[in-house]
């Protein structure tokens, strides 16, 4: 089970019976994580033999997640491997790309974005407009 904030699970329950209607099948892998998790996620990266530069490329620092929030999700489709770039070439990439904003959802990290992450098709956040006076 996922966790995620009710507006961006309001969002993002009807992005997926609109992706669902439209014959695109999404799916979470990941939401919530709290900053124990994410240190966690380093910490295993780091027995693993990886540099904290090359986590920090790809994870935020604890304490620093869009997962923290609430609003995150990284999400697959059947037929490729999560977290992976190859999901840029699915259906289910090319359909959020046309319709995630109807939801208020962005792909948070595309390629040369400004927070130095590397690319992650996969990585969406539902990102509330301002409501207008």
């Avoid at 697959?76 to 090319?94: N, W, Y």
């Avoid at 792909?107 to 969406?124: C, D, I």
Wanted: glycine share 6%; hydrophobic share 40%.
């Amino acid at each position: 089970e996922f966790q995620l904030t009710p507006p961006a699970a309001a969002a993002w329950r009807s992005l997926r019976a609109a992706a669902q209607a439209d014959g695109i099948t999404l799916v979470i892998v990941s939401a919530f994580r709290s900053v124990d998790r994410q240190a966690e996620i380093v910490r295993e990266k780091l027995a693993g033999g990886m540099t904290l530069e090359s986590i920090f490329a790809a994870n935020a620092p604890p304490g620093y997640s869009e997962h923290h929030t609430g609003r995150a999700v990284d999400v697959s489709t059947p037929g490729v491997r999560a977290l992976e770039v190859e999901f840029e070439s699915t259906a289910a990439f090319a359909w959020l790309e046309r319709n995630a904003g109807r939801y208020e959802y962005v792909l948070s990290y595309p390629r040369g974005n400004s927070e130095g992450y590397v690319y992650e098709p996969w990585h969406w956040c539902h990102r509330p407009r301002a409501i207008e006076a």
